[in-house]
């Protein structure tokens, strides 16, 4: 594989992540890679790299490395899929689905990785579009994970309409709707009681939040496929979020259309990785009475 000369780091603004960062900086330029980090005023001046505008970084990173959790990398992932710029997560969350490189396995992972020994991985995201006041709006919003609508009023349910291009799927009542690409079927759906997706399908998930009628369960559709989403009742405030860090706010009548992003979000992983390794071990499979008594 290419390996990688102008690289980006990207970190999440907390204290404990700094020393990673500069750990990381470090090792970047011993290997001879040109470091750009992202601007971020929190952050106190690193041992190594040039601070650089998101912009700049997503116009010259051939590899971007972010350090954090899931989150950072969700946030990063949404205007660096765009650029096609792969990301490559350093693990400093809780779970960490995608952020898969541990701290203390960071300087082997990077030397193979920087050296053109890695796994690419291209996952198909999304990108929504708003209908409000009889008109379509034309900011493209981003998920990797998700775009979800819900009830600005969080104990109470909202009306909506499900369309999948010119067909009418149903009139829900419910807590709301997540739309996940298979990437975010391991967030917030499957704490809907929605499907795995494998990374590589192309499709997208439907999952009703917490709906009226118990009947009305998710659903699979071809990630070539549109949805759009349409908020009905008199008097429904509802909310659209992208990834759980967007929102927007709908009335009666507003839309938001969803569909599959021209541009897949590029993933490194270390050589050997498994998805399925890693659904063992985050989700604890085939632990049984042993992940019990280790409590």
């Known amino acids: 594989m290419k390996p990688f000369r102008t690289v980006g780091v990207i ?3 907390r204290e404990p992540h700094r020393p990673t960062l500069g750990k990381l900086c470090s090792a970047l330029e011993s290997l001879g890679c040109e470091v750009l980090v992202a601007h971020n005023d929190e ?3 690193l041992p190594a790299g040039r601070r650089v505008d998101a912009e700049e970084l997503a116009g010259r990173a051939e590899l971007a490395i972010v350090v954090g959790g899931d989150g950072t990398l969700l946030g990063a992932g949404r ?3 765009p650029a096609g710029v792969p990301l490559l997560g350093v693990n400093q969350g809780r779970l960490g689905f995608l952020v898969d ?3 203390d396995e960071m300087a082997e992972s990077l030397a193979a990785v920087i050296g053109g020994r890695y796994e690419l991985e291209e996952r198909l995201i999304l990108s929504a579009r708003l209908t409000r006041d009889g008109k379509t709006e034309d900011t493209v919003y981003t998920a990797v994970n998700d775009v979800v609508l819900r009830n600005q009023a969080s104990i109470r349910m909202i009306e909506f309409e499900s369309w999948m291009g010119e067909q ?9 709707m ?4 298979p990437t975010g079927s391991t967030a917030y759906a499957l704490s809907g009681g929605g499907p795995l997706l494998h990374p590589s399908l192309q499709a997208m998930a439907l999952v009703p939040i917490c709906p009226h009628t118990l009947s009305d369960r998710p659903i699979v559709i071809g990630g070539d496929q549109q949805v759009k989403l349409i908020v009905r009742g008199d008097d429904t405030q509802a909310t659209v979020t992208f990834d759980g860090q967007i929102s927007e706010a709908l009335e009666p009548g507003d839309s938001v259309l969803i569909e599959r992003s021209d541009k897949p979000l590029k993933l490194i992983h270390p050589t050997g990785s498994s998805y ?3 659904l063992r071990n ?6 049984g009475q042993e992940s019990i008594a280790e409590r």
């Open 168 to 176: 009418f799927i149903s009139l829900h009542r419910a807590d709301g």
């Open 101 to 103: 490189i541990a701290p």
């Open 282 to 287: 985050k989700l604890r499979w085939g632990r």
């Open 79 to 81: 205007y660096l899929a």
């Open 178 to 181: 997540i739309v996940c690409s």
């Open 11 to 13: 970190g999440k603004r």
């Open 43 to 45: 952050l106190p001046e």
């Open 276 to 278: 399925f390794a890693i």
